[in-house]
């Protein structure tokens, strides 16, 4: 599994946002300079963040973008579903198999009769499984939470001196 690029942009200019809270909002230009990235591309991001009510759009001459939440409440998860979608990660394709069937059998034959003609994907509760800890691993980190990290790893590299 690999996020896009948008993704990463995404997640980067949300926390130069909140970095910059005390100028209330940061045009697309600058934006687009402080990541590396083009005008348009950067417009397209902000416009699904937007749309999706993290940012919000502040018009005027000195306008940009500003957050329309607190750090501290915009999750990693919230900003990969707007950007990548809210699909699942895995699609069991081998429901039919043979191999599947058998595995079916088998437990059957051990546990229950009833459980016959029971079909579920044994590889898919695997992952379900490890998706359900990625998601909840991404719920638990904020922006505000990464800001926090590198304040603590700023004043930590400080103290060392």
């Known amino acids: 599994m690999q ?8 997640l980067h200019a ?17 934006l687009a300079a ?6 348009s591309y950067l417009s397209k991001i902000m416009s699904k963040l937007r749309q999706d009510g993290i940012v919000r759009a502040v018009p005027g ?15 990693f998860l919230d900003v ?9 990660l895995f699609e069991c394709s081998n429901l039919n198999s043979q ?14 009769r ?14 379900d499984g490890a998706e359900q800890h990625l998601y909840q691993y ?3 980190h904020t922006i505000q939470s990464v800001l926090d990290a590198a304040s603590k790893d700023c004043r930590h590299a400080v103290n060392k001196k």
């Open 3 to 10: 996020f896009s690029k948008s993704t990463d942009y995404a």
């Open 138 to 140: 991404l719920r638990e």
């Open 99 to 112: 191999q599947h069937r058998m595995l079916a059998e088998e437990k059957a034959s051990q546990t229950d």
């Open 34 to 39: 402080a990541l590396g990235v083009s005008e």
């Open 61 to 75: 001459v000195n306008g940009g973008y500003e957050l329309a939440w607190p750090a501290e409440q915009i999750t």
């Open 80 to 88: 990969i579903q707007v950007i990548e979608g809210r699909q699942q």
């Open 114 to 127: 009833d459980c016959h003609g029971q079909s579920e994907c044994l590889v898919k509760r695997v992952m």
């Open 14 to 30: 949300l926390i130069h946002l909140a970095h910059s809270e005390h100028r209330q909002n940061v045009g697309i230009k600058e």
